[in-house]
């Protein structure tokens, strides 16, 4: 482990953003909206920044011998580690749901999105509006953690429309139950990840701009 | 041979402005930065350390530009401000075992010397500490990765006059290392105790840069401490 992501575990990390990884099990919840527990994942390393704001962690990251931008690079890092491991909770509850319980009545009758990799792939585009929105909106200062209402607005709006998304005519593939729509969901499975690395990759770059011009 | 060149630095605040500000500083000596509050140090420094994006001008370490040159330059450099408490609910020991893995040149023996000659317990928090034990707590960071300079704001204040006097003695066993040594201050007395050079700044201006003796000579007037000149010097400027 690089001395970045240990500086960022052991010292800048509140531990509810290791506790709120657990909110990933929410997928097990029939007729839930399981989608908020990306949400609630991001919620968890929303903490981090509170706390690392009240331990002056941007400042003293500064300081040591590193470039100002990795500095950027060591938030990108745990964001990153955290919400994956959200992501393998939910992908190993998912794959509970589609196999062992897969005749659990309560799963087949569900007004709610389903737990399908359509699942995952929009929790994975909730983590990238996460970066998008709030760690690049909070390194236009470095202490401002107002974008986080932006982000729970944006956030409560993509799943809204994610979990309504199958009631539209013709798009009930989407949130299918079992195996007979999995390549069009592992589709969006796969186009859900690009997106969230598309998001992650603009949002670093915008954000080691963004922070290289501010003074603290 | 000048280790830190700050050339025509210049950074505008809505309500205040450093002004081209150039100086540098002599391997092996200890300069004391003076000014009264706001006149302009901690911003000076904080352009040193890239902390704030200045306006134009350059900062050199080593005859190496900071900006492209961060990485090599900080491993070689330290910084200590005043009181401000880093990850105040962690212990210092937990501090130290993550902040060394970012030095290739952190010396064990050395931050173990500094602990106990500071009287710090790396079981405690910062948190937990006063604001003199927060200064020393500083400057041990500072001082265990072996830095050849060491920038420090405002290290002497909230320092009972004993610590002072360590610390002072600490800088001029440094100096014989040959550290170079930049610490602002605004107690006269710590700079007649150990400061070879003198850069007096006003209003964000360098108004003087020279040695002491220099500093007495051409800016004293007969009979004059140090704390004497730079108040006349102040009260002059105000006129």
């Known amino acids: ?216 | 041979m000048n280790v830190v060149e700050l050339k025509d630095v210049c950074k505008k605040y809505p309500s205040f402005e450093l002004k081209n500000v150039s100086f540098s500083l002599e391997r092996g000596k200890v300069t004391g930065f003076i000014g009264r509050n706001g006149a302009g140090k901690t911003t000076t420094i904080k352009s040193m350390l890239n902390l704030i994006h200045t306006d134009s001008g350059d900062v050199c370490y080593f005859g190496l530009p900071l900006l492209g040159n961060e990485t090599e330059v900080k491993q070689r450099i330290g910084y200590s401000t005043g009181t401000v408490s880093w990850y105040p609910r962690k212990t210092l020991g937990e501090i130290i075992d993550v902040t060394k893995a970012f030095y290739d040149t952190w010396d064990e023996e050395a931050c173990r010397r500094y602990m106990e000659l500071f009287d710090l317990d790396a079981d405690k928090k910062p948190m937990e500490l006063s604001d003199g034990m927060k200064v020393k707590c500083n400057l041990m960071f500072a001082l265990s990765h072996g830095a050849e300079v060491l920038i420090l704001d405002e290290p002497t204040s909230g320092l009972d006059p004993f610590s002072r006097d360590e610390l002072l003695n600490v800088f001029t066993t440094l100096k014989e290392h040959g550290v170079t040594i930049l610490f602002s201050t605004h107690i006269t007395s710590d700079l007649e105790k150990c400061a070879d050079n003198i850069i007096y700044i006003h209003d964000g201006e360098i108004r003087a840069d020279c040695s002491r003796s220099d500093f007495m000579k051409d800016y004293g007037q007969q009979g004059e401490t140090l704390e004497e000149i730079f108040l006349r010097l102040e009260r002059e400027a105000r006129i």
């Open chain 1, 1 to 216: 482990m690089n001395a970045l992501l240990r500086k960022e575990m052991r010292l800048s990390a509140s531990a509810l953003s290791y506790i709120f990884i657990i909110f990933g099990v929410l997928a097990i919840l029939p007729g839930y909206p399981i989608l908020c527990g990306a949400f609630f994942v991001t919620l968890g390393l929303f903490h981090s920044y509170q706390n690392a704001r009240e331990s002056n962690d941007i400042l003293y990251s500064a300081l040591l011998p590193i470039a100002k931008r990795d500095v950027v690079k060591g938030k990108f890092q745990f964001a990153i580690m955290v919400e994956l491991a959200g992501f393998l909770v939910m992908a190993a509850i998912t794959v509970v749901r589609m196999t062992v319980l897969d005749d659990v009545e309560a799963y087949h009758d569900n007004a709610l999105m389903n737990a399908n990799p359509f699942f995952l792939g929009m929790a994975l585009v909730v983590f990238g509006i996460f970066n998008t929105v709030f760690i690049s909106g909070f390194f236009r200062t470095a202490y401002n953690l107002s974008p986080f209402i932006t982000y729970i607005a944006v956030a409560f709006a993509a799943i809204v429309a994610a979990e309504a998304l199958h009631h539209i005519p013709g798009l009930e593939a989407v949130n299918a139950f079992g195996f007979d729509d999995i390549v069009l969901q592992l589709g969006l499975l796969i186009a859900g990840a690009a997106v969230y690395a598309a998001l992650t990759y603009l949002s670093y770059r915008k954000s080691c701009r963004r922070f290289e011009t501010i003074d603290l």
